[in-house]
C-alpha cells in the first residue's frame, strides 16, 4: 500500500510540474532590456515574484551597461521594451527616416524611477583636484549625448569654467570607471574626474578612499533624468493588452517595494553582486516610484533643446506635442483620467 502511495504521489507530482511547465511555456513571450544598475529596480521584482506571469506574460529580461545601449536594442527590434531615459526620447526626435523626413516610432508607457542624489562628479583628489576650477586642464570621463553630459556642462558652465577648458573623453560606463581607477599616463588609459552613477561612485570611494572627492551631487540643480519605460509604436498598436499586462506587473513590484524596503534593498544587493549593507549606504538616493507626471514632459522638452544647440547643431527635431511621445495607457490602466 505504502509502495502504491508513493507511485500514486510521484504520477500527481509530473502531471503538475508538465502542466506548470506547460502553461508558463503557452505565456506570450516579452522581450525586455534595462540596466544592471541601482537605477533598475521594479522589473527584478517583479520577475522574481513572479508578478508578470499572473497576468499572462513571460518577460525575458537582458541587460545593458547603459541605456543608451537599451535604446539601441529596441531600435534594433532585438528587445519588445526597453527601460531608457527620457534624453534618449529627445534624441529620438531628431532620427530621421530614408527619405530624410523626421520620424517618431518611440512611446513612453511610465516612470520608473529618478535619482535624488545618485549622479555625481566625482575626481581624483590625489592628481590636485579639490574644487572645481582644478579641473581646468584635466580629461574628464563622461558618455556624450546624454544626461550625464548635460550635467557636466551645467556644472563647468555654473562654476565659470568654459568647455573648451576640460578635455571631455566620451566613454561608456564601464570604460570610464576603469580609466579613472587607472594611474596610467594617457587618455585612453587614465582619467583625472567622471561623471557616474550608483553603484559606480559607492564602489569608487570604497576602491580608492581618500584618493577621490565628491565634487557635487546636486542633480536637481544640473540635471538629472527619469527612468522611464518604453516601446515602439507598432508595438504598443498592436499589443495594447501586452503592454496593459507589464504595467499592472510593475504596479504589483512598485506596490511591495512601497512596503518592504529590505526586501527591495536585498533585491538590489542580489542584482548588483553587493552586501545588503553596501546599498543601504546609497538606496536612499534614488526614489523608485511607478507613475506618469507631467514633468516626464517637461523635462524631454528641456533637453530637445539642449540637444538642438549641442550635440545636434544643423538639425531640427521634428514638430511634436505631448500626446505623439507619451501614451494614455497608464491611466487608462490604472482609472486616471
Same mark, same amino acid.
Given at each position: 500500500?505504502?509502495?502504491?502511495?508513493?507511485?500514486?504521489?510521484?504520477?500527481?507530482?509530473?502531471?503538475?510540474?508538465?502542466?506548470?511547465?506547460?502553461?508558463?511555456?503557452?505565456?506570450?513571450?516579452?522581450?525586455?532590456?534595462? /540596466?544592471?544598475? +541601482?537605477?533598475?529596480?521594479?522589473?527584478?521584482?517583479?520577475?522574481?515574484?513572479?508578478?508578470?506571469?499572473?497576468?499572462?506574460?513571460?518577460?525575458?529580461?537582458?541587460?545593458?551597461?547603459?541605456?543608451?545601449?537599451?535604446?539601441?536594442?529596441?531600435?534594433?527590434?532585438?528587445?519588445?521594451?526597453?527601460?531608457?531615459?527620457?534624453? /534618449?526620447?529627445?534624441?529620438?526626435?531628431?532620427?530621421?527616416?530614408?527619405?530624410?523626413?523626421?520620424?517618431?516610432?518611440?512611446?513612453?508607457? +511610465?516612470?520608473?524611477? #529618478?535619482?535624488?542624489?545618485?549622479?555625481?562628479?566625482?575626481?581624483?583628489?590625489?592628481?590636485?583636484?579639490?574644487?572645481?576650477?582644478?579641473?581646468?586642464?584635466?580629461?574628464?570621463?563622461?558618455?556624450?549625448?546624454?544626461?550625464?553630459?548635460?550635467?557636466?556642462?551645467?556644472?563647468?558652465?555654473?562654476?565659470?569654467?568654459?568647455?573648451?577648458?576640460?578635455?571631455?573623453?566620451?566613454?561608456?560606463?564601464?570604460?570610464?570607471?576603469?580609466?579613472?581607477?587607472?594611474?596610467?599616463?594617457?587618455?585612453?588609459?587614465?582619467?583625472?574626474?567622471?561623471?557616474?552613477?550608483?553603484?559606480?561612485?559607492?564602489?569608487?570611494?570604497?576602491?580608492?578612499?581618500?584618493? =577621490?572627492?565628491?565634487?557635487?551631487?546636486?542633480?536637481?540643480?544640473?540635471?538629472?533624468?527619469?527612468?522611464?519605460?518604453?516601446?515602439?509604436? #507598432?508595438?504598443?498598436?498592436?499589443?495594447?493588452?501586452?503592454?496593459?499586462?507589464?504595467?499592472?506587473?510593475?504596479?504589483?513590484?512598485?506596490?511591495?517595494?512601497?512596503?518592504?524596503?529590505?526586501?527591495?534593498?536585498?533585491? %538590489?544587493?542580489?542584482?548588483?553582486? %553587493?552586501?545588503?549593507?553596501? =546599498?543601504?549606504?546609497?538606496?536612499?538616493?534614488?526614489?523608485?516610484?511607478?507613475?506618469?507626471?507631467?514633468?516626464?514632459?517637461?523635462?524631454?522638452?528641456?533637453?530637445? /533643446?539642449?540637444?538642438?544647440?549641442?550635440?545636434?547643431?544643423?538639425?531640427?527635431?521634428?514638430?511634436?506635442?505631448?500626446?505623439?511621445?507619451?501614451?494614455?495607457?497608464?491611466?487608462?490602466?490604472?482609472?486616471?483620467?
Amino acid at each position: 500500500m505504502k509502495k502504491y502511495t508513493f507511485y500514486l504521489i510521484a504520477l500527481l507530482f509530473t502531471i503538475l510540474t508538465a502542466c506548470t511547465n506547460t502553461s508558463k511555456k503557452d505565456l506570450e513571450e516579452v522581450k525586455v532590456m534595462y /540596466n544592471i544598475d +541601482a537605477n533598475n529596480l521594479h522589473f527584478p521584482i517583479a520577475e522574481k515574484q513572479g508578478y508578470f506571469e499572473e497576468f499572462g506574460i513571460n518577460v525575458k529580461s537582458s541587460n545593458s551597461a547603459a541605456a543608451k545601449f537599451a535604446l539601441d536594442a529596441l531600435n534594433a527590434g532585438s528587445v519588445d521594451y526597453s527601460v531608457l531615459v527620457d534624453m /534618449n526620447i529627445a534624441h529620438n526626435l531628431f532620427n530621421k527616416n530614408s527619405d530624410e523626413s523626421l520620424k517618431n516610432d518611440l512611446v513612453v508607457l +511610465a516612470e520608473l524611477a #529618478e535619482p535624488i542624489n545618485a549622479i555625481k562628479l566625482i575626481a581624483r583628489k590625489d592628481r590636485g583636484i579639490e574644487k572645481a576650477e582644478d579641473l581646468k586642464g584635466k580629461k574628464i570621463g563622461v558618455l556624450f549625448g546624454v544626461n550625464i553630459h548635460l550635467f557636466l556642462h551645467k556644472y563647468l558652465l555654473d562654476n565659470g569654467i568654459a568647455l573648451d577648458e576640460v578635455e571631455m573623453i566620451n566613454m561608456a560606463p564601464p570604460n570610464a570607471v576603469s580609466a579613472f581607477k587607472s594611474n596610467g599616463g594617457d587618455s585612453d588609459t587614465q582619467i583625472d574626474a567622471i561623471v557616474i552613477w550608483q553603484p559606480h561612485v559607492y564602489k569608487l570611494q570604497k576602491e580608492l578612499g581618500d584618493k =577621490v572627492i565628491v565634487l557635487s551631487d546636486e542633480g536637481h540643480k544640473y540635471w538629472y533624468y527619469k527612468m522611464i519605460l518604453v516601446t515602439k509604436k #507598432e508595438i504598443l498598436e498592436n499589443n495594447p493588452e501586452t503592454a496593459k499586462a507589464i504595467l499592472k506587473g510593475l504596479r504589483k513590484a512598485d506596490e511591495l517595494i512601497q512596503k518592504d524596503e529590505n526586501l527591495a534593498i536585498e533585491t %538590489m544587493a542580489n542584482l548588483l553582486y %553587493m552586501d545588503v549593507k553596501e =546599498v543601504k549606504e546609497f538606496y536612499s538616493e534614488h526614489q523608485y516610484k511607478l507613475q506618469l507626471t507631467d514633468g516626464l514632459y517637461d523635462m524631454i522638452v528641456e533637453d530637445v /533643446n539642449w540637444l538642438d544647440t549641442t550635440i545636434h547643431k544643423g538639425s531640427s527635431p521634428i514638430e511634436y506635442k505631448r500626446s505623439t511621445i507619451i501614451s494614455n495607457l497608464y491611466n487608462e490602466t490604472f482609472k486616471k483620467q
